[in-house]
């Protein structure tokens, strides 16, 4: 079955989560459109004309895995395990071109404003990164010619649009919460339970710290949504202010994370024959770490505000209304 056939068949499946589904259907909901997106951005992916398809395929992964972390207990091993595998593979392929394309917008938009003679001195850097990123769309593309993941959608695609497949059994004659209304308010709270227990260490968090407390958010925001058309209609608002404080965590994330990939990059030049560009691009980190040290002085208040009871009660609201 060809890539648009596969979408033909999966996307009429599509269908809402609902209060009284079982956790592993809700699961199975949740997946499919991602599968969706998935194929539907993989062509874009390969070719590379618009940076924005690798980013939804690779978000579009993202969310089928933390979807299998977030409900992989509801599903026998033996079944998901396999897709799991799979997914980390691609994700890492997408990762790798993502990450080249995010570090070459930002690096093309911090030059704009250089002269034209250090914006010169700046090509054998872009020339590096360029060929950096045509390595890694190219491990991409054999990843995604291999049968394997050819069988893998396919299967993937059956898995998903077949009722109660891969999911656990419960015992005979057991009264049990199994439905997501009965299981969402604990999973979501204990989520929160997980981001409001950084409020001891944040005051002297460092990097690794705030890394950590980002990806809690993450899991909680993605919890949330998830689930976000069967509860009260203060989720939006609530999902709002998580988006607010995950993008600024995320912004230092991506401060600390380009750092890095600048280090190794003005390690890869020449430094006699570079040396105006490992000028420039230390001028760039040294740009790089002003802004940190003011996305990291906003903390605190992004993170009162959010642990506010009038934040806090859009989400209780939500929830008891289920």
Request: aromatic share 6%; proline share 4%; glycine share 6%.
């Amino acid at each position: 079955m060809t890539r648009e056939e596969l979408i033909a068949a999966l996307e009429p499946q599509i269908a809402p989560i609902k209060a009284d589904d079982t956790m592993a259907e809700a699961g199975r909901k949740a997946l499919l459109p991602e599968l969706v997106k998935v194929l539907k951005h993989e062509q874009g992916s390969r070719t590379g004309e618009d940076i924005e398809d690798v980013h939804d395929m690779r978000v579009a992964i993202r969310r089928i895995r933390s979807t299998f972390r977030l409900l992989g207990g509801y599903y026998k091993p033996k079944a998901i395990d396999p897709y799991n595998r799979q997914l980390r593979k691609v994700a890492r392929a997408l990762g790798a071109v993502r990450d080249l394309d995010v570090m070459i917008d930002n690096l093309t938009k911090y030059a704009g404003g250089l002269s034209d003679e250090q914006r010169t001195a700046l090509q054998p850097a872009f020339a590096k990164l360029d060929e950096e990123r045509e390595q890694a769309r190219a491990d991409l593309n054999r990843l995604l010619d291999k049968g394997s993941y050819r069988r893998f959608l396919g299967d993937f695609g059956k898995f998903l649009t077949t009722a109660k497949a891969g999911a656990r059994a419960g015992s005979d004659g057991d009264v049990a919460p199994v439905q997501v209304r009965h299981i969402l308010p604990t999973l979501i709270y204990d989520h929160l339970g997980h981001v409001r227990a950084y409020d001891s260490v944040l005051p002297d968090a460092d990097e690794t710290t705030i890394h950590a407390l980002r990806i809690e958010f993450k899991r909680l925001r993605y919890a949330v949504s998830l689930f976000s058309d069967v509860m009260g209609s203060t989720i939006k608002t609530f999902v709002e202010e998580l988006k607010e404080i995950q993008d600024h965590l995320g912004s230092l994330n991506d401060v600390s994370t380009a750092r890095i990939r600048l280090n190794d990059l003005i390690d890869s030049l020449d430094p006699e024959d570079a040396a105006p560009a490992i000028e420039a691009l230390r001028a760039y980190m040294a740009e790089l770490e002003a802004t940190g040290e003011k996305l990291r002085a906003k903390v605190p208040d992004i993170w009162h505000r959010f642990n506010s009871k009038t934040v806090q009660k859009h989400l209780a609201n939500a929830v008891a209304a289920l």
